[in-house]
């Protein structure tokens, strides 16, 4: 010992130096007998010797299934890149490059190596700079206790305290670490210590472990690692940013060194300190001349590998991977803490997380919207979406739109293809406050019309008004409709229209009217069943002007719904993760698909019935026959005012999609939009049918449930008599009796000119059936009866009627009935025109042998007919 150090210990006397060294010196005797020589050593003694490694930072993975059933990675999150591997999977010349360049009696010492221990602790208390000389378990509690410290802080002053007091230069500190290292190898064999720290060791930047530096430094595995890679790799943890292999400018590193020879030496303080690690393997016998040799031969050629560090990485898929990485967030995270620990398990927790998406359908999506829909445009800020989901269990298959991820500022100031907001999903799953569906939210005052017992083909006045009057509302109170008078898409005045055609056509008049017969609170909890919310979550607007899609709603939720009404009515809330594990293999709950009745199976049936017409020869046909192969399906389009977006929405009985082209910001008229693949409000139908064809030729699909007679058909019920009232009067006693009506011109008639002369159907009818109603042209009049009468009689009777008369005679042989009328035709009591001709038989008595009568002579001829 120099005269310098004696001069030290005796002025610090049994100080903390003391103490290390004397421990220092009988660490081995310790860690086997538990010995303690003096004073010093029991306080040593005395020092907490227990510690407990915790689970590592380790960076986590979000995987999808590909088409051969492999999990493949989509993007992985970490604050330390770090996966720990298995002693066997880690090469045997890593292994013997640590020991030989950090501590080449590790497998001989109790933990702590004498030598090593008595430099840095000269080093450190007589002021110079910290110096090596820890053992590698020294190395490995030190990081160990930075590593607990961190993860067990909850507020980033805790961490950086916790971060602080595990490397504070201090005779205290170097203490205890030597204790904590006597106690670890006591515990754990030398193997295991050393794979621990061969995974817990730093390597510059973000890098932390073996097998993260292998992939990052050299594009390969731990254990496939070359001599000189192992050894360059083990070089870098004595000094992790000096040494560090991804900073080929750095001077410290010697990027403008030489050799002998006058060639550039690139990361020559690596490669010094790398050959340095090769002799003392050489010396060590762990490899051979010739080994030696061909390893400081090889210049350090690192290949960076850059990790998957967010979502940036999954590309087209990143906007589904930001999804999963929100489940994540707002699953696991505590509100009374205010370390969020969401993202914390995330960066750190390792997770392997195998999330719903269907690779098949998700590329499809993303090809679809890549042929159609711009990454922007100059004249509009237009926005694509596709989100697929799986029909009873809300398992998120497709979910993609048409801009570029990020969430760096500055790449998203440099182009408008660039956004971090998920336009599929909710303000707290990325930033979203939805859209308007349009028609598409039609589906929920259909479904309500057949919960409050009505019938699809039951008809509504649909006929434009300017002013609709209140509507119910049981939650709100009374709403008022006044000046408000919204115009169907294809400007048709209205009529009176079945649900069904209401559907069909989308006619804006049929539903508004429709409402006018429902609970507008009824409405919106029956799209609140099917999983419909706003996406700011505020409540949804119960306003009358709701029904054709006010709301701003995420496209995610409509497909939720879609998805409910093609299951029968079992709503499931959407999921995007299948499993989580964690590092030791153990098994995390993901966030669960929360499945519901919404609607009764009868009244599913009956919306699906509207909206599987609406896919074949409706609005939405457009989209739903050009898929290939086909299968039953139900579908409902939606365009919102001035068209500022337009939807498709629609369900196999195994899969829902909702695909939508918008104006994220802005007006612009989606009709006066063209692009390279067309017109923006028609695009809609050139995505859906790709991404369903992918759907039905993967999972197929059924037919729809047979609809219940009374959710078809209205029953029957009286209708008014108004034969005879006028038009107003007609029209309004039927509209009272819950009647439509048209007017199908006039008709001869015996009821007075211009009022009702002939209404069909008439008696009873189905409620909500529209009565044909025609006007009478006062042409007719009743004929009167003239049978039995005598014929000059009859003929004065019909005459003074208005009519005609012809007048014949026929033999007769009762004496009652000469002279007298025996038939007319028309018959009595029909309504004949005025003018016309009526045709009497009067009865001539002809007896057998003949006999006298009229023609007698004296008697009297009977007139003529004219």
């Known amino acids: 010992m120099s005269d310098a150090a004696a001069g030290i210990l005796g002025f610090v006397g049994m100080s903390a130096l003391a103490g290390i060294l004397v421990t220092a010196a009988v660490t081995p005797a310790l860690a086997v007998t538990g010995m303690a020589a003096n004073n010093s050593i029991t306080m040593f003694e005395n020092l907490p010797g227990y510690l407990e490694p915790k689970e590592l930072s380790e960076k986590s993975t979000v995987l999808a299934k590909n088409g051969d059933g492999e999990w493949i990675e989509l993007a992985s999150f970490f604050d330390e890149n770090r996966e720990e591997v298995a002693w066997d999977y880690i090469s045997q010349y890593l292994k013997d490059a640590a020991v030989a360049g950090e501590d080449p009696r590790f497998y001989s010492h109790g933990g702590v190596d004498i030598q090593g221990t008595v430099r840095g602790a000269l080093s450190t208390v007589i002021g110079q700079d910290t110096q090596g000389g820890s053992s590698i378990t020294q190395q490995y509690v030190k990081n160990v206790l930075i590593n607990n410290g961190v993860s067990e802080a909850t507020t980033e002053e805790e961490k950086a305290a916790a971060y602080e007091a595990a490397t504070e230069v201090s005779a205290e500190r170097k203490l205890k670490e030597i204790r904590y290292a006597i106690s670890l190898e006591k515990k754990y064999s030398k193997d295991d210590i050393l794979r621990g720290y061969l995974n817990i060791a730093h390597f510059g930047g973000r890098v932390y472990g073996v097998q993260a530096a292998a992939q990052y430094y050299f594009g390969t595995n731990a254990h496939d690692l070359t001599l000189a890679q192992a050894a360059s790799l083990i070089a870098i943890v004595n000094h992790p940013e000096k040494f560090r292999l991804d900073y080929p400018e750095s001077e410290e590193n010697g990027a403008n060194s030489v050799d002998a020879a006058g060639e550039a030496t690139p990361y020559a303080a690596n490669k010094d ?328 199976p009868e009244v599913a049936a009956g919306t699906a019935y509207a909206m599987e017409r609406t896919a074949e020869g409706g609005t939405a046909a457009a989209s739903a026959t050009r898929t290939s192969p086909w299968v039953p399906m139900i579908g409902k389009t939606g365009t919102t005012d001035n068209a500022e977006a337009t939807w498709m929405s629609g369900a196999s009985t195994e899969v829902a999609t909702v695909v939508g082209v918008f104006n994220v910001t802005g007006h612009v008229n989606l009709r006066d939009t063209y692009f390279d693949a067309g017109q923006a409000a028609s695009l809609r139908h050139q995505i859906w049918p790709r991404v369903m064809s992918v759907a039905n030729e993967r999972y197929g699909g059924g037919d729809f449930p047979e609809v219940q007679g009374s959710m078809l058909n209205a029953p029957q019920v009286s209708v008014p008599d108004v034969l005879g009232l006028s038009p107003e009067e007609a029209q309004k006693a039927l509209e009272s009796a819950g009647f439509g009506w048209q007017m199908d011109g006039e008709v001869d008639s015996d009821k007075p000119k211009g009022t009702i002369g002939a209404q069909s159907p008439s008696g009873a009818a189905s409620r909500g059936a529209v009565i044909s109603l025609q006007v009478s042209r006062g042409n007719l009049s009743g004929l009167p009866n003239v049978v039995g009468m005598t014929g000059d009689e009859a003929e004065r009777t019909l005459k003074d009627a208005g009519f005609k008369v012809n007048r014949r005679e026929e033999d007769v042989t009762d004496p009652t009935q000469d002279g007298i009328v025996v038939s007319q035709s028309p018959s009595a009591g029909g309504s004949v025109k005025a003018g016309a001709r009526i045709e009497i038989v009067v009865g001539k008595l002809n007896l057998p042998g003949g006999g006298g009568g009229p023609d007698e002579p004296g008697g009297d001829s009977p007139d003529q007919g004219d």
């Open 273 to 600: 300190r790398r050959d340095y690690i090769l002799r003392e393997m050489l010396d060590e016998k762990k490899i051979t001349q010739e080994e030696y040799d061909a390893a400081v031969a090889e210049p350090v050629t690192p290949k960076i590998s850059e990790p998957s560090t967010g979502c940036v990485t999954a590309k087209g898929h990143a906007f589904f991977c930001d999804y999963v990485a929100w489940e994540i967030r707002n699953k696991f995270d505590d509100p009374e803490t205010e370390v969020d620990e969401g993202r914390e398990l995330l960066q750190k927790g390792g997770l392997k997380i195998y999330t719903t998406i269907d690779l098949f359908v998700q590329d499809e999506a993303i090809r679809a919207l890549n042929d159609n829909v711009p990454k922007s445009a100059d004249s509009v800020d237009i926005g694509g979406t596709v989100v697929s989901v799986e029909v009873g269990t809300g398992r998120i298959l497709a979910m993609a739109q048409n801009k570029d991820y990020s969430n760096d500022p500055d790449v998203l100031a440099s182009g408008k293809n660039y956004t971090a907001v998920n336009y599929n999903a909710d303000i707290d799953y990325g930033g979203s406050s939805g859209f308007q569906p349009g028609s598409t939210y039609k589906v929920f005052t259909l479904a309500e019309w057949l919960k409050e017992g009505h019938a699809l083909n039951e008809s509504v006045d649909a006929r434009f008004r300017e002013n609709w009057g209140s509507f119910n509302n049981s939650c709100e109170g009374t709403m008022s409709g006044d000046g408000w008078g919204p115009k169907n898409d294809d400007f048709s005045p209205g009529g009176y229209w079945t649900a069904v055609q209401n559907t069909m056509n989308s006619y804006n008049t049929g539903f508004v009217a429709m409402a006018k017969q429902l609970d507008l609170c009824g409405i919106a909890k029956t799209a609140e069943a099917l999983g419909v919310h706003r996406a700011d979550y505020d409540p949804l607007s119960q306003f009358p002007s709701a029904v054709l899609g006010t709301n701003e709603i995420a496209p995610l939720s409509m497909a939720t719904a879609f998805a409910g009404i093609a299951g029968n009515g079992v709503s499931c809330s959407p999921i995007a993760i299948d499993k989580i594990t964690k590092q030791d293999g153990t098994e995390l709950d993901p966030p669960k698909s929360e499945c519901k009745q919404a609607l009764t």
